[in-house]
């Protein structure tokens, strides 16, 4: 999983720096997003460019082909067409998400990924993302899921960061300083 996390990182960090030099890094990112669930959702598109011995001529026109139907722009196209070309179409999820965090990046926002009992109110999540932009100084955005199994509250993830809210959470700290006295 690390090799594709750090082939990705350079396929992405590659395609990001055509994207900005054009100025369409945040459109290109869209694009590549629909070409990779394309890519992966359908089992004859997968096939073909995940498997060894097909070409690989074969596999870049099926990718290139692809982009060129979902409407993506060349840039995509070559770059989409490219990765699968090298038999890499396998990393594209990855890929897509390093080009994600460079994208943001650049644009001075992070995504937080936040995990709830209940799904959050539009007053909630307006409240959660105010107060994290202002305790990191960067602007956010939300990736909400509701997750069954906490309790109540929520836990919030950006990058590293971890802000654990949930009634797990607090109850298992409650645990802890009950053990040590």
């Known amino acids: 999983m690390r090799a594709h996390e750090a082939t990705a990182k350079r396929y992405a960090k590659a ?38 011995w097909i070409k690989p001529a074969d596999r870049r026109a099926v990718a290139a082909a692809v982009a060129q139907k979902l409407g993506a722009r060349k840039l995509v196209q070559d770059f989409v067409g ?8 396998d990393h594209l999820r990855e890929i897509v998400a390093a080009y994600r965090n460079l994208v943001d990046a650049g ?20 409240q959660l993302s105010a ?6 100084g960067k602007r956010i955005i ?12 929520f836990v919030a993830q950006i990058g ?20 040590r006295g």
């Open 107 to 126: 644009l001075g926002r992070v995504r937080a990924q936040v995990r709830g009992a209940v799904a959050l109110t539009d007053a909630e999540k307006q």
């Open 15 to 52: 395609l990001y720096e055509l994207a900005h030099e054009s100025g369409g890094a945040e459109a290109i990112e869209r694009e590549l997003e629909q070409v990779a669930e394309v890519c992966e959702s359908d089992p004859a598109v997968s096939g073909v460019l995940t498997r060894p």
């Open 82 to 89: 490219l990765v699968a070309d090298r038999g890499r179409a």
């Open 160 to 179: 590293s960061l971890i802000l654990d809210g949930s009634l797990d959470g607090q109850l298992a700290r409650m645990r802890q300083r009950l053990a």
């Open 142 to 153: 939300l990736e909400e899921q509701v997750d069954a199994t906490l309790l109540g509250g």
């Open 131 to 136: 107060r994290l932009e202002r305790a990191l």
